[in-house]
C-alpha cells in the first residue's frame, strides 16, 4: 500500500507539471519530503526526474508551435552556469529544508494565480532576460530543481508571453539548468532511492500523458488546487519541523 502512494503521488506530480510545461522537480522535493527521503537522495532524484518529464513536455509543447525562442537565450545564456554553480555550493540540511520550503510556496502562488491572458508585450532587452536568468539559475541549481515554477510567473505577470508559450519557454528552460545541476551534483555525490527505476517509469508515463493533454487538449484549472495543497503540506514541515 505504501508504494502504491508513492508511485501514485509522483505519477499525479509528473501528469500536473507536465501539463502546464514543467519538470515537476518542486513537486517531487514535496512528495518526497512529505515521505521522509534524505536530502541528500532528494536533490539528485529530483534533478533527475525533471531532465526527464521537462524534456517530455518541451517536445509535446514545441509541437504545438507554442516555441517563442527570442526569448530564451539570455535566459539560458545565464542561468546554466549559475545552475552549475548553484549545484556545487555547500548548504546545510536545515538551510537547505527553509530554502526548499519558501520555494514550494512561490510554486503555490504560481499555481493558483489567476490564469487569465493579458496582452503581450514586447521582450524586455537582452540584459534583463540575462539578470533574470543568472539569478534563477543559482537558486535552482542550490536547491535540486529546473527553475520553471519561478520563471513562468515572471513570464505572465510582465506579459512577455502566454501561458502555452510560457510552458514552451519554461520546459526547455528546465531541462537544460536540471541538466547542468546533474553534472554539477555528480562532483558532489549521486545517491537515489532504491526504487529509482519504478519511480522513473511511472513519471514517464504520467508526464507524457500531462503534457500531451496540456500541449494539445486541455487547461488544467481545478487539478492545480489539489496540487496546490500538497505543497503547503510539504513547506509547512520544512520551514517550521526542524
Do not use: C, D
Not at 26 to 36: E, F, I, N, Q, R
Not at 121 to 134: E, Q, S
Not at 199 to 206: C, K, S
Amino acid at each position: 500500500m505504501n508504494e502504491i502512494i508513492i508511485y501514485g503521488a509522483f505519477f499525479i506530480v509528473a501528469f500536473l507539471y507536465a501539463s502546464v510545461g514543467h519538470g515537476g522537480a518542486s513537486g517531487y522535493l514535496a512528495v518526497m519530503a512529505l515521505l521522509g527521503f534524505s536530502s541528500g537522495v532528494m536533490k539528485p532524484t529530483a534533478l533527475l526526474l525533471n531532465v526527464m518529464v521537462s524534456l517530455i513536455a518541451f517536445v509535446s509543447f514545441y509541437r504545438a508551435k507554442h516555441f517563442r525562442q527570442q526569448l530564451l537565450w539570455p535566459l539560458i545564456a545565464a542561468s546554466i552556469p549559475f545552475a552549475f554553480l548553484g549545484s556545487i555550493m555547500p548548504v546545510s540540511e536545515a538551510l537547505y529544508k527553509k530554502i526548499l520550503g519558501v520555494v514550494l510556496l512561490l510554486s503555490i502562488i504560481r499555481l493558483v494565480m489567476n490564469s487569465s491572458e493579458k496582452p503581450l508585450k514586447p521582450g524586455p532587452k537582452w540584459y534583463v532576460l540575462f539578470i533574470i536568468g543568472a539569478a534563477i539559475g543559482l537558486v535552482s541549481g542550490m536547491i535540486g530543481m529546473g527553475g520553471g515554477i519561478l520563471l513562468s510567473p515572471i513570464l505572465l505577470l510582465m506579459a512577455w508571453s502566454n501561458q502555452k508559450q510560457t510552458a514552451a519557454i519554461s520546459s526547455i528552460f528546465i531541462f537544460l539548468n536540471s541538466a547542468a545541476g546533474i553534472v554539477g551534483q555528480m562532483k558532489t555525490g549521486f545517491n537515489l532511492s532504491p526504487q529509482i527505476i519504478t519511480i522513473i517509469a511511472v513519471v514517464l508515463i504520467g508526464g507524457t500523458l500531462g503534457a500531451y493533454i496540456g500541449a494539445e487538449k486541455l487547461k488544467p484549472k481545478n487539478m492545480k488546487y489539489i496540487l496546490a495543497s500538497v505543497l503547503v503540506l510539504a513547506a509547512v514541515k520544512l520551514i517550521l519541523v526542524k
